[in-house]
Nanobody, 120 residues
Framework: VQLVESGGGSVQAGGSLKLTCEVS????????MGWFRQAPGKEREGVAA????????YYLNSVEGRFTISHDNAKNTLYLQMNSLKPEDTAIYYC???????????????WGQGTQVTVS
């Protein structure tokens, strides 16, 4: 299983970006996917997650209302729409896949290589 992120970049505060994570390889459905981020000198934190089985979503308090996670089952692709971006959102963003939310939160599963998001 491979996860490849794209869509990162540099944007001014208040702007928007949409991250994409394409999944390839064989996966049993349903599964859970999420976006994590790590800023320089800080620990990795979970930003948003989705259970592709029932569509439940979960968000970090600081991004709720600004970020939207979604998943296209047909394309095996995960998205993160980020609006009203703030400088504190600057980080490397990673997508991850696991078979349940606890494993996803614990970092057990598959990971992408990350994409840089810079907000100035």
């Amino acid at each position: 299983v491979q996860l490849v992120e794209s869509g990162g970049g540099s944007v001014q505060a208040g702007g928007s970006l949409k991250l994409t994570c394409e999944v390839s390889g064989y996966i049993n459905s349903p599964y859970c996917m999420g976006w994590f981020r790590q800023a320089p000198g800080k620990e990795r934190e979970g930003v948003a997650a989705i259970d592709t089985g029932d569509g439940s979503t979960y968000y970090l308090n600081s991004v709720e209302g600004r970020f939207t996670i979604s998943h296209d089952n047909a394309k095996n692709t995960l998205y993160l729409q980020m609006n009203s971006l703030k400088p504190e959102d600057t980080a490397i963003y990673y997508c991850a896949l696991a078979y349940n939310i606890p494993d996803l939160r614990a970092g057990r599963g598959y990971w992408g290589q990350g994409t840089q998001v810079t907000v100035s």
